[in-house]
């Protein structure tokens, strides 16, 4: 079984694992989700389906203060095989319905950065329209709460929702807002949300977390990762309930169209990451990987050094 830790592991292990993470390893590991997983396998897409989401009721809004005038951010020069690049994905978006041709006064610049797992991640420069955008005050999911709720469980599960933002609608008089630029001198704007604006994450948190509510004794939410945690109850087993209890979680993904990774999902194991730590049913404990500096740090050998 593998475990997840977004950014607890050093980087050449991260991808060997992502890597290594498939329909096939969870079959040979024995792992007593597997036929349940297959049976939800639409919700672990190697792509994500390229359509619009439904109107959902809930739309993501943009409302600027008072005076704010265009955002309008300078498309810098890229190497050549990265306009292209930028061009094959904004092409991608554009026949899933995600994107079209603008005509807007705003426009946020394109670009790359490296991800984790290898490969180039498209990012947009959101500066000016976040900085001119009204912080939303919806409450941001608590840490201690997350980890204090999963207590006295013995099995957990940790799933990564991949793409939300895409299945999240923008409010039609603020699509203007999202244009970006191209290197190759185009102008598109977002139909769905964009990753980059100031408000997404909270607004996906809100509906995570209300697709959610009815199994969050057992299924705490924090943003775009989901922790699974159960015990025995009864005549039934630890395994028994905790895949129960992943069956509900899938089957609600499933009703609201949200995918997972699966080769960033962790499946009934008896201790998983969260949140920069690691649960179990021992309790919590710091990830070695974010404290090692401070454990080598070499003892002061004198008063000074002790203080410098």
Same mark, same amino acid.
């Given at each position: ?55 959902? %009721?809930? #739309? ?7 005076? =704010? ?5 300078? *498309?810098? &020069?890229? $190497? @050549? ?37 290898? %490969?180039? #991640? ?7 329209? =976040? ?5 939303? *005050?919806? &409450?941001? $999911? @608590? ?57 997404? &994450? ?107």
């Amino acid at each position: 079984m593998s475990s997840r830790p977004k950014s607890a592991e050093p980087k050449p292990a991260r991808e060997e694992r992502f890597a290594a993470q498939s329909w096939e390893s969870l079959k040979a590991s024995g792992n007593p989700i597997f036929e349940t997983a297959r049976e939800f396998a639409d919700v672990f897409p190697y792509k994500i389906p390229a359509e619009l989401p439904a109107d959902r %009721g809930v #739309r993501h809004e943009i409302d600027l203060a008072p005076g =704010s005038k265009y955002c309008v951010t300078r *498309q810098w &020069p890229l $190497p @050549r095989d990265r306009v292209k690049a930028i061009d094959d994905v904004i092409e991608g978006r554009r026949q899933a319905g995600y994107v079209r041709e603008s005509i807007s006064p705003h426009s946020s610049s394109t670009f790359y950065v490296k991800k984790a797992t290898g %490969g180039w #991640r498209i990012v947009y420069a959101f500066n000016k329209l =976040s900085d001119a955008t009204i912080p939303a *005050q919806t &409450p941001a $999911p @608590r840490k201690d709460m997350v980890l204090d709720s999963m207590s006295g469980s013995v099995i957990y599960s940790a799933i990564d929702l991949t793409d939300g933002f895409y299945q999240i609608l923008m409010r039609e008089s603020d699509i203007p807002l999202t244009a970006v630029s191209t290197p190759s001198g185009m102008l598109w704007e977002w139909l769905v949300m964009p990753q980059g604006l100031k408000n997404a &994450p909270a607004t996906f948190n809100r509906i995570v977390s209300h697709v959610l509510r009815p199994l969050r004794d057992f299924a705490p939410s924090y943003f775009d990762d989901i922790f699974v945690h159960s015990r025995a109850e009864g005549d039934l087993s630890a395994v028994e309930v905790h895949v129960r209890h992943l069956r509900q979680v899938f089957q609600v993904m499933r009703e609201n169209k949200l995918y997972a990774n699966l080769k960033k999902c962790v499946f009934c194991a008896p201790e998983i990451p969260v949140l920069g730590c690691y649960v179990s049913k021992n309790g919590v404990r710091a990830d070695l990987e974010k404290i090692s500096s401070i454990c080598s740090w070499p003892a002061p050998l004198s008063f000074v050094s002790g203080w410098v």
